[in-house]
């Protein structure tokens, strides 16, 4: 799709706060640094992928030097002329290299069936086949929050976000389904984001200290493992490696 970014190697920061540490945050931000930018505060739509036993975040939280993470995102109010991101994202000692591609939902409904899109990064589209075909995973975990991001003045390169209200649930798991979810943390904390191609501009650096906001390794769907799924007892049936018209790994009989 012309003009969404689909490749991407950076380093990604995050911090947990409280809302009075966000809102001063924002404020001292916003106050000749950075903009929000021209989406506002809107909602994030995650789909993840695991296998049944969640082995994918169950290693991920595990703080491996290698981890990896397939997802479907959408952006605010999903319509049908919306974009869908199918993303993969690893981690390799601290760096983050994310490839996706973004297509209406008839698309990407296509493109979990096995199909090559026309007009899409075909190296992408086959990097992405490639690790649903290896990997008996299938759709786990919707998982949601409202987003403010923003961007340097000087330079645009520099991204922070704001996460609040995270959610999840483990039925209708559809990108267009309601957003609705359990709280993944009870304090609902604000996760803030800050992602790099370079160093982190020394104002930014003095204003974390400010407002003695510390770097954390929080992880939204490694938190909502860990507080509501680990208990569960895993749900392990046979896995064939074929895909149904929603492109789930389908179970043998």
Known sequence: MAGVQCSFERVEKKFVLTHLQAEA??????????????????????????TDDYALIRRSIQRPKYKVKFRLRAYGTPMEDSLIFAELKKKYSGVVYKRRIAVSPD??????????LDGENP??????????????????VFLAYERVALYGLDDPAL?????TH???????????????????????????EVKLANAAPLWLARLLSRHKIYMS??????????????????????????RNNEGEIEHAS
């Open 159 to 163: 991204r922070v976000t704001l996460d």
């Open 25 to 50: 945050l924002m404020r001292d931000l916003t106050a000749g640094y950075m903009a929000v930018d021209q989406y506002g505060q809107h909602t994030i739509r995650n789909l993840y992928y695991d």
């Open 123 to 140: 190296q992408i589209q086959r990097e992405l086949h490639r690790y649903l075909l290896e990997h008996p995973i299938r759709p786990k």
């Open 217 to 242: 390794s929080f992880s939204k769907y490694g938190t909502c493992y860990l507080n509501h799924l680990a208990r569960r007892k895993p749900d392990i049936r046979p896995m064939a490696h074929k």
């Open 166 to 192: 995270l959610r999840y649930r483990t039925t209708r798991l559809d990108c267009f389904k309601d957003d609705a979810g359990e709280l993944i943390c009870p304090d609902d904390p604000v996760i803030l």
């Open 107 to 116: 698309d990407m409904r296509r493109f979990l069936r096995g199909e090559t």
